[in-house]
């Protein structure tokens, strides 16, 4: 990456209108690919994100609304489009990107790593994960409401140096744009402990209009929560991904003791979805649990019901 890198962040929603708005913000150049509505109203009044990171009024950041609109090619795009549109929106923006520039993963679930790099090349992909949340609240506006950890990026292979260099300057940049991230040397682990923390709390938390602190009190909730982590860790483990707990009971000690309590009165992103009549990422999480598990011979029971419970409550919602 060149010292005054061309950052294109690919799906500038609420979680991409934070990061670009941010890293805009701290001087860099910086331009948003996103819905007409949002961006018609950054392009008038400029961009206000408030919330958990503090509150900016952003003003004079580049917008595109088709990927026809983009000039030139970007040293960094930062992928923030849903699960489910990893492929169409990566294989969209790959000729935009630099010959030596690098395509960021910064989505929910698993699987966008190698959907992304069917279209751009694993030698020019790093992965990060993000465990912050935030919402649009108007075109235009977009808040912070709830952060667990740190991002945390990484090349998916551990052994490139370039890619490692790489992910230590884009959490850098993140970090100083006010971002807090850092840089991973194992973002495969990173990638399957969000999914432990998602599939429990997601779902359930959008099929049963809650959040994520009434779950955890719950003791009916709790123990499919339980179940859900259960089969995520043995799904995992069978994968030969080495988790930083010795046993699924140990997850669930740091889950319930640290992060529900960080994040307790946050609502469910797929709850939005199912809200607006949209599409889930169900099966980039739970799906992704139960179709992993059941290639490895792994059982997974609580996973596969609650993957096919939350795709008939979209087909309803999309339906009305």
Not at 52 to 68: E, N, P, S, Y
Not at 264 to 275: I, V, Y
Request: proline share 4%.
């Amino acid at each position: 990456m060149i010292r005054e890198p061309r950052i294109l962040v690919a799906g500038a929603g609420a979680l991409g209108s934070v990061v670009g708005g941010l890293l805009f913000a701290a001087g860099r150049a910086v331009t948003l690919l996103g819905r007409r509505a949002h961006l018609d109203a950054v392009r008038c009044d400029g961009l206000l994100v408030d919330g958990l990171f503090g509150t900016r009024r952003i003003a004079g950041i580049a917008c595109a609304t088709d990927v026809r609109e983009l000039r030139g090619r970007f040293d960094a795009i930062l992928l923030t489009v849903k699960a489910y549109d990893t492929a169409p929106m990566a294989a969209a923006v790959a000729d935009r990107l630099a010959d030596d520039g690098v395509l960021v993963s910064m989505q929910n679930g698993l699987g966008n790593v190698e959907a992304a790099s069917a279209a751009v090349g694993a030698s020019r992909l790093l992965a990060a994960r993000v465990i912050f949340g935030a919402e649009i609240l108007a075109p235009g506006h977009t808040r912070v409401t709830v952060m667990a950890d740190p991002v945390l990026v990484g090349s998916p292979d551990p052994g490139d140096a370039r890619r490692v260099a790489l992910a230590r300057e884009l959490a850098t940049m993140l970090d100083a744009a006010g971002v807090p991230a850092r840089a991973t040397g194992d973002i495969a682990t990173a990638l399957w402990t969000k999914v432990l923390y998602n599939a429990a709390l997601n779902p359930l938390g959008a099929l049963l209009d809650t959040t994520y602190g009434a779950l955890a009190a719950n003791a009916d909730t709790r123990a499919v929560m339980d179940a859900i982590i259960e089969e995520a860790f043995a799904v995992a483990r069978a994968a030969g991904v080495t988790l930083p707990w010795a046993t699924a009971a140990a997850y669930r000690e740091e889950f319930y003791g640290r992060l529900v309590p960080s994040t307790a009165g946050h609502r469910s992103s797929m709850l939005q979805d199912l809200r607006r009549g949209r599409r889930t990422e169900i099966d980039a999480i739970n799906g992704w649990v139960a179709a992993r598990g059941e290639a490895l011979g792994v059982p997974t029971p609580a996973n596969a019901l609650l993957t096919r419970i939350v795709r008939a409550r979209t087909e309803a919602a999309c339906s009305r």
